[in-house]
Structure formats: C-alpha cells, structure tokens
Nanobody, 121 residues
Framework: QVQLVESGGGLVQAGGSLRLSCAAS????????MGWYRQAPGNQRELVAA???????NYADSVKGRFTISRDNAKKMVYLQMNSLKAEDTGVYYCNADAVQGGSLYPRKYWGQGTQVTVSS
C-alpha cells in the first residue's frame, strides 16, 4: 500500500500562518498529481489546492493569494503554506496523491488521515 501522513495542523489566531506537510511512503513507483482537501463540520470535502508532478498549481478561489502548495519530489512530500488565515479556513485538511503503486500498472488516488486546523477570531 501507499501511505500518506499529514502533519503541521494546530490552533492559530486569525491572520496567522501554518505550514502543513504530507509525507508519502510505502511501495511507490511514481507520484503524479498531489493536492490538499479540507472538510469543515457539516460541510462537504472540498479541493483547496493541487499540484502536478511538474509543479503546475491550481487553487480554490477562496484561498487564492493566501495559500501556496509546493512539493519535493525527491522526498515524496507535498506542503501547504497557509497565510492570512481566516476562521472559515477551519477544518480537517487531507492530503491526496495520484500515484502508481509498486507492482501496479495503473494510477489511483490515495488519502491521508487528515490534520485539524483551527483558526480562532
């Protein structure tokens, strides 16, 4: 299996910053697109940011100009730098990766367990 583990969540004041990290491990042949999703209580899970293996990025309108997604292909990690945080950014943030598992012939999506981000006003 491919495992994704998030870290870096916590409690911050509005206007503050957090940097989330996600480490991919296990039997991995290739990692394609990676991304971050979030889910607030009572809401649906939504895409926050995505990044291709070549570094092309895409962001939800609600976080453009405030969040930055990046990756380190050698370390098989993806990051989310979150600045100017707002209360509405509160939620569980999940790492996602489209990857080819060792021994497999096709890619599939993998998910981390999530890390809590709480922004206080």
């Amino acid at each position: 299996q491919v495992q994704l583990v998030e870290s870096g969540g916590g409690l911050v004041q509005a206007g503050g910053s957090l940097r989330l990290s996600c480490a991919a491990s296990g039997s991995i042949f290739r990692v394609n697109d990676m991304g971050w999703y979030r889910q607030a209580p009572g809401n649906q899970r939504e895409l926050v940011a995505a990044i291709t293996s070549g570094g092309t990025t895409n962001y939800a309108d609600s976080v453009k100009g405030r969040f930055t997604i990046s990756r380190d292909n050698a370390k098989k990690m993806v990051y989310l730098q979150m600045n100017s945080l707002k209360a509405e950014d509160t939620g569980v943030y999940y790492c996602n990766a489209d990857a080819v598992q060792g021994g497999s012939l096709y890619p599939r999506k993998y998910w981390g367990q999530g890390t809590q981000v709480t922004v206080s006003s």
